[in-house]
Nanobody, 120 residues
């Protein structure tokens, strides 16, 4: 089992910055990648950014140039630095852990979600 604990959500005005953190514990060796997804009311959950242990990153087009994902492998923690925030970034942000394929049939792990609200 992998446990994900998120922090850093909050309320801020457009143009502001926020950093989300997600600490992973448990069977860390089984994790291939960590990432962030978000879900706004009435919308589908969508990928924001992912990063592998080796540092390979992937971003949604909507956040490229504004968000930066990073990972501290020593602390088993993934971060999402969010700059130039827009109202459309408002959502519940979920931490995600993707198991290695060799685990076989293991579903992704999810954090409880943290609310990010961007409003003037």
């Amino acid at each position: 089992q992998v446990q994900l604990v998120e922090s850093g959500g909050g309320f801020l005005q457009p143009g502001g910055s926020l950093r989300l953190s997600c600490a992973a514990s448990g069977s860390i060796f089984s994790i291939y990648a960590l990432g962030w997804y978000r879900q706004a009311p009435g919308k589908q959950r969508e990928l924001v950014a992912t990063i592998t242990t080796g540092g390979i990153t992937n971003y949604a087009d909507s956040v490229k140039g504004r968000f930066t994902i990073s990972r501290d492998n020593a602390k088993n923690t993934v971060y999402l630095q969010m700059n130039s925030l827009k109202p459309e970034d408002t959502a519940v942000y979920y931490c995600n852990a993707e198991p290695h394929a060799w685990v076989g049939g293991q579903d992704d792990y999810w954090g409880q979600g943290t609310q990010v609200t961007v409003s003037s």
